[in-house]
């Protein structure tokens, strides 16, 4: 009598053709920056991160708000620096922040509106027809920051 060989599920081979997950989400998100302290300032006073930490010899800061960890690094020479058009450049479109709901994202445009260092460039709308709502802003350094709030 031939013994029997019991496989667990994960000892049976994948066939190669099949899509791994191999990821479950973002872990962080770099920003180069041109302002490091205006743009520390305002994720961490006007949007409420906390300084994990800073590289000075790089320089960075390391912020986190417990759900999103942001690093900023200070662009390396200003003077040269390229603004980016999302229409013409690879990289990085923009980062939305997720918002718990369209009252606090009304909120928050009021104290954004507030603040003298970023630029609005668009008030709360529907995205698309609704019932979700965004707003989008360039923070002090320039980069693109949408808030979106996704009613449940």
Request: without cysteine; glycine residues 6%; positive net charge.
């Amino acid at each position: 009598m031939t013994p029997l060989l019991i496989l667990s599920a994960s000892a049976i081979p994948e066939p190669s053709n099949i899509v791994k997950n191999w990821v479950g989400g973002i872990d962080h998100l770099g920003l180069t920056v041109s302002d490091l302290n205006s743009s520390k300032v305002f994720f961490t006073d006007v949007l409420g991160f906390k300084v994990l930490g800073n590289d000075p010899t790089y320089p960075a800061y390391f912020l986190s708000n417990k759900k999103t960890t942001i690093t900023l690094w200070r662009i390396k020479n200003n003077e040269k620096r390229v603004e980016f058009n999302r229409a013409e450049n690879v990289g990085l479109h923009h980062l939305a922040l997720s918002v718990e709901s369209i009252e606090k994202l009304s909120r928050l445009h009021k104290h954004l509106k507030m603040q003298n260092n970023i630029t609005i460039e668009f008030a709360p709308e529907n995205l698309g027809k609704g019932p979700a709502q965004h707003m989008m802003i360039r923070e002090p350094s320039g980069n693109r920051i949408e808030f979106i709030a996704r009613p449940i």
